[in-house]
């Protein structure tokens, strides 16, 4: 299993590859400390597992865009709070299984053959919850449709609006008038079916493939 390991944490970068270098069965390719490093390293590797660390937290729509693009490889979250919306985030972003925060070594490793097998170990209720999210009709508020079928516009203004610009900041990003990017707001709540513009940089950050960068929105 060749394998390359994310996190900015020097020491516990140097730790894994020690790790898991002593099973017979495992490479450790290279240790980054970034998702920029981490695209130079799958172009120049024939890495199988990318193992990062979320706990320092990790821009999960840069991630979605590495699973889309590498899709023979399996990312894998280190260091996930197990609870059943982190690991629904997890999988919307494009990560193949995740490692709890409390794991052994044994169990990573152990986490790591079972991931490239194509099988996910997680709690009872981790999986019912999984399954929930997978088939409810009416979702909750808090895992709202991520599909709204925004248009390419009202998705550029929506990842701005997640960013945290103002309206005015949005118009000289995007070369329009503060009342178009009034009125691209307005239906873009209508679409998420929120209220507030502070909700919609909340979902922006909880699901960001839903305000995807303008080269990967099909034009409308």
Known sequence: MKIIVLT????????????????????????????????????????????IDVTQGIDLFEVRAIAAKWSDVALVALGLNEQRQEVIRCGRAGFAGYVARHASIDALCQALSDIVA????????????????????????????????????ESEVLQLVGRGLSNKEIGCELSLSVPTVKHHVHHILEKLHLSRRTQAMRRVRDAPWIAPAPSQVNQK
């Open 8 to 51: 900015p944490v020097r020491l516990l970068a140097d730790g894994l590859a020690a790790c898991l270098s002593t099973r017979p069965e495992m490479v450790v390719l290279a240790a980054v400390n970034d998702l920029a490093t981490l695209r130079d390293a799958l172009s120049t590797t024939c890495a199988q597992v990318v193992l």
């Open 118 to 153: 194509g099988r996910l170990a997680c709690p009872p209720d981790i999986s019912g919850g999984l399954l929930r999210a997978l088939f409810r009709r009416d979702p909750r508020p808090d895992e709202p449709d991520l599909d709204p079928a925004l248009t390419r516009r």
